[in-house]
C-alpha cells in the first residue's frame, strides 16, 4: 500500500491512498485511479509496489510519463 500526490501545475494538491500493490492510472473508466484529462491517455501509466519501492511504469501514452 502506498500514496500518489497527485498535482497539476499550480493546483492543489490530492492524495489517492491506493490499497493495492498494483494500480493503474489514465483517463478510461476503467482506471484504477482516474485522472479527467487530455493529456492522459486512457491506460497512462502502472504503479507497481515491490519490496525495493514503488515502481512507476508507462504503458504508451503518447506524451510519456514524468
Avoid: W
Avoid at 4 to 30: D, E, K
Amino acid at each position: 500500500m502506498f500514496d500518489l500526490i497527485i498535482q497539476r501545475g499550480n493546483a492543489r494538491r490530492h492524495t489517492a491512498h491506493v490499497s493495492a500493490y498494483v494500480c493503474v492510472i489514465g483517463r478510461g473508466r476503467g482506471s484504477d485511479l482516474h485522472i479527467d484529462s487530455r493529456y492522459v491517455a486512457k491506460r497512462h501509466a502502472e504503479f507497481t509496489q515491490r519490496p525495493d519501492g514503488v515502481h512507476v511504469r508507462d504503458l504508451g501514452s503518447s506524451s510519456g510519463t514524468y
